[in-house]
C-alpha cells in the first residue's frame, strides 16, 4: 500500500508525467490488492502526450487530496452530508452564533461593470488602511493611506503578483508551510527558493536570532512565512514578531507576511462581551500583524497578504490585498495589469460595509467562540483513536497530526489519506507542506511524511464524523 500510494502522488507531480489519459487508465485499474507496484522507470516517465509542449501542471494538497476521494464518489456538490471533509483549506461560510448580520444583497451600477483599477477600488483600500491604522498603528506617526495598499483576486493572486515583481534574488522559506508556495517559489526563474532549517527540529518556530543568522548568511533578498502559521497553527508574536520586522529592515530583506488567519487566536486575554466584556472599541479580540512594528509605512519592506477569504469567511468573494509601501504597490499594480487583470469590481463594493470597524470587533469575538470550541474538541478526541498532536495550535483552524504512534502502513501521510478516502474522510497528507520548488528533493525523504493537517474549518459535525469514521479505519489496522 505505501508503494502504491507514493507512486500515485509521483504520477502527479512529476512534470514530465505521462499523458492525463495514460494516468486516468492507471487510476481506473488501481487494485485494493496492488501493494507491490513498483516505481516507475525513467522511459515510463517520459511525455508521450499529443501535448509535449505543456508540463504536467501539480496538483495543491486540498485539490490532490479531493482528487483522491473523487475517485471514491466524493463531490463537492454533495448535500447528503455523507463525506467528512476535513482536508477543507476555507471556513465555514454561514452564519455563527451572536456574530452580526452580513447583507450580502446588492445592485450593480453600470460603472460597476467596468473594469477596477488593478490596485482596486479606492474606497476599499481606504477601508483597509484604515483598518491596520485603528488596530496596531493608533501610536504610530507613520500611518497607512490608500496608496498602501493593492487589491488582488485572491491570496495566491496577491502571491503571485509579489512574486512577480521580486527581481533577482534569494527568497527564504520555512517548512512545514503553506501549500501553495512550492508553486509560488518555483514559477518565477530570477526567484532562487531558499530553504530556512530549524537547528532544533522540537521548535515550532524560528527564533528571531537564528532568523538573523540565516537571513544574513544567506543574503536573503525576501522572506515568505504564514503568521500564524498554516498548518501548525503557530503564532510570531510580540518581541520575536517585533524582532522579525526590526532584522528585515536592518537587512533590507522584505518580509512577504501572510497573515490570512490573524483572527484566528484563542489565547486572547481580553474577554469577550458574552462573557462579560465590554461591547464597545475599548474590548477588541486578540489579532496580530506585523503591521504593529513597521516604523516607516513606505520604507520598511514588509509586505502584508491578508483578505476576506478566511478572516471574514468570504472565500468566493476572491476580494483580497497587501498592504505595502507605496513604490512596492505600485509595481505589484503593474504585475496585476498582465497576470490577473485585478478584483471583481462589484464584489469590492459589497466588501466595504465587512470592513467597518465595529462589525469587524463584533464578528471575530463570535469567530473565536466557534472555532476555539472546534478546536477544543479535536484536541479532545484525536488521542482517543491515537493521533497526536505534536504543537497545541494557538491560532488557525488547523491541526498538525502526528501519525507515528499509529501501525505501519498508515503512520505514512499518503497511505493515511488513501484509507480515509476509502471511510468517507478528507484530509491533507504532510508531504504537501514540506515545501519542494522545483521538486529538487524525493518524496520519500520529507520530514512530513508521518503528518498530515485537519481542518476544523468546516462546520462541527463534519468533525464528529470524520473522528468516527478514521476510528473505526484505525482499529481495522
Not at 146 to 157: F, Y
Not at 305 to 329: D, E, H, S, Y
Amino acid at each position: 500500500r505505501r508503494n502504491t500510494a507514493h507512486n500515485i502522488f509521483l504520477q502527479f507531480h512529476r512534470h514530465t508525467a505521462k499523458s492525463m489519459k495514460d494516468l486516468a487508465i492507471e487510476e481506473e485499474s488501481e487494485g485494493e490488492d496492488d501493494f507491490e507496484s513498483k516505481p516507475p522507470s525513467q522511459a515510463e516517465a517520459e511525455p508521450n502526450s499529443p501535448f509535449e509542449m505543456f508540463h504536467h501542471v501539480m496538483k495543491t494538497g486540498v485539490i490532490y487530496a479531493s482528487s483522491r476521494a473523487a475517485k471514491h464518489g466524493f463531490s463537492m456538490a454533495d448535500s447528503t452530508d455523507s463525506w467528512a471533509n476535513m482536508g477543507q483549506g476555507a471556513p465555514e461560510t454561514g452564519p455563527l452564533p451572536g456574530a452580526p448580520t452580513r447583507d450580502f444583497h446588492m445592485n450593480i451600477q453600470d460603472a460597476e461593470l467596468e473594469y477596477a483599477p488593478t490596485t482596486g477600488d479606492t474606497e476599499l483600500r481606504v477601508k483597509v488602511a484604515d483598518y491596520y491604522n485603528h488596530l496596531y498603528r493608533q501610536d504610530k506617526e507613520s500611518k497607512y493611506t490608500h496608496e498602501n495598499v493593492c487589491i488582488v483576486p485572491g491570496g495566491r493572486a496577491g502571491l503571485t503578483r509579489a512574486m512577480a515583481a521580486l527581481g533577482n534574488v534569494q527568497v527564504g522559506y520555512f517548512t512545514p508551510d503553506y501549500t501553495a508556495y512550492q508553486q509560488a517559489l518555483g514559477l518565477f526563474m530570477r526567484i532562487s527558493p531558499s530553504p530556512i532549517l530549524h537547528r532544533n527540529v522540537n521548535e515550532a518556530l524560528l527564533p528571531s536570532k537564528e532568523f538573523a543568522f540565516e537571513a544574513g548568511g544567506r543574503g536573503l533578498g525576501a522572506m515568505l512565512l504564514s503568521n500564524p502559521a498554516n498548518p501548525t497553527g503557530q503564532s510570531l508574536e510580540g518581541d520575536e514578531l517585533e524582532a522579525y520586522v526590526k532584522i528585515s529592515r536592518d537587512l533590507n530583506c522584505c518580509l512577504l507576511m501572510d497573515e490570512f488567519y490573524s483572527h484566528y487566536y484563542y489565547d486572547g486575554e481580553n474577554a469577550s462581551p458574552e462573557d462579560g466584556g465590554a461591547d464597545d472599541d475599548s474590548n477588541w479580540p486578540k489579532t496580530v500583524s506585523s503591521a504593529r512594528y513597521v516604523e516607516d509605512v513606505n520604507e520598511d519592506p514588509v509586505v502584508i497578504v491578508n483578505g476576506l477569504t478566511k478572516n471574514w469567511r468570504c472565500p468566493g468573494f476572491r476580494v483580497c490585498w497587501l498592504v505595502a509601501p507605496k513604490p512596492i504597490v505600485e509595481m505589484l499594480g503593474s504585475a496585476g495589469s498582465f497576470l490577473d487583470g485585478g478584483a471583481n469590481a462589484p464584489l469590492q463594493k459589497l466588501a466595504l460595509p465587512l470592513m467597518d470597524l465595529d462589525f469587524i470587533r463584533r464578528d471575530t469575538w463570535a469567530l473565536q467562540r466557534h472555532f476555539k470550541m472546534k478546536r477544543d474538541y479535536l484536541l479532545t478526541e484525536l488521542p482517543k483513536i491515537g493521533i497526536n498532536v505534536k504543537w497545541e495550535p494557538s491560532a488557525t483552524f488547523y491541526i498538525w497530526a502526528d501519525l507515528s504512534a499509529l501501525p505501519s502502513p498508515i503512520n505514512d501521510c499518503l497511505v493515511f489519506l488513501e484509507e480515509c478516502v476509502k471511510h468517507n474522510v478528507i484530509c491533507v497528507p504532510g508531504v504537501f507542506f514540506d515545501i519542494n520548488p522545483r521538486e529538487i528533493r524525493h518524496i520519500q525523504h520529507s520530514k512530513c511524511i508521518n503528518f498530515v493537517r485537519f481542518s476544523y474549518g468546516p462546520p462541527m459535525k463534519n468533525l464528529t464524523k470524520g473522528v468516527e469514521q478514521m476510528g473505526k479505519m484505525i482499529s481495522y489496522w
